[in-house]
């Protein structure tokens, strides 16, 4: 199935650092996600984005919806232990049955 | 965020019978429900969508009589994986949402291992 790529696939980090991470797509997304997946567990919602430009914050995360609509960026800020886990980008169509594409995702581990 | 459960969280069932999980969206009324499948140290993968009362929209090489979805109601999917095999072995998340312009909120995930 389609995915989206995300860089970079994994990280490792001291706490502290801040962490930042892409999302790119040969499509265009008029939504873009970001979510949070600890081990075992179903993703968390962390941020969403509807406008090309849009610059959204949650706490320690901000996340970017790119210009051109085929990208994203979330950074997060003063990494802690518990940032540890993986993190996927999602596009939501904005036709038909409205799915999600999800990113191939981006493994973090912060070193405390 | 809304609530959604899945049950169970794990399940072990024995090659060639069927698994029964179950997607509930706890405080709101689900119009539509995702399935998806996640093997180890990979993306979530859509299996299907069902909206409540109408046949599932399966993606493309997803076995429709292997993945039995029904979602009879705005606040109840179900996923069937029928003559299971140790290659369905997987971690199945259901996620539900409200309205086409709404997110959707993912369940806890259930573990699936096939013997």
Redesign the interface.
């Known amino acids: 199935g389609q995915q989206l790529n995300q860089s970079p696939q994994s990280m490792f980090i001291q706490e502290g650092e801040d962490v930042s991470m892409n999302c790119t797509s040969s499509s265009i997304f008029n939504t873009w996600l970001w979510y949070k997946q600890d081990p075992g567990e179903g993703p968390v919602l962390l941020i969403a984005l509807y406008k090309a430009g849009e610059l959204t914050s949650n706490g320690r995360l901000t996340a970017q919806f790119g210009i051109t609509r085929k990208d994203s960026f979330l950074n997060i800020s003063a990494s802690i232990p518990s940032d540890v886990g993986i993190y996927f980008c999602a596009g939501r169509l904005s036709s038909g049955t409205y799915k999600y594409i999800f990113g191939t995702g981006t493994r973090l581990k912060v070193l405390a | 965020?809304a609530v959604?459960s899945?049950h169970p969280s794990w399940v072990i069932c024995k090659s060639g019978t069927s698994v029964k999980i179950e997607c509930r969206s706890l405080d709101f009324q689900a119009t539509?429900m995702?399935w998806y499948r996640q093997f180890p140290?990979?993306?979530?993968?859509?299996m299907a969508?069902s909206n409540e009362g109408s046949k599932a929209?399966y993606?493309?090489?997803v076995e429709k009589d292997k993945f039995l979805i029904n979602h009879a109601s705005l606040t109840l999917s179900t996923l069937t994986v029928t003559s299971a095999h140790p290659e369905d072995s997987s971690?199945y998340?259901c996620?539900a949402r409200a309205g086409?312009?709404t997110?959707?909120?993912?369940?806890?995930?259930t573990?699936l291992t096939v013997v």
């Not at chain 2, 140290?41 to 859509?46: A, F, R």
């Not at chain 2, 997110?103 to 995930?109: L, M, R, T």
């Open positions: 965020g959604v899945q539509t995702f140290k990979q993306s979530l993968m859509l969508t929209t993606e493309q090489g971690f998340i996620s086409p312009n997110e959707a909120f993912f369940g806890q995930g573990r």
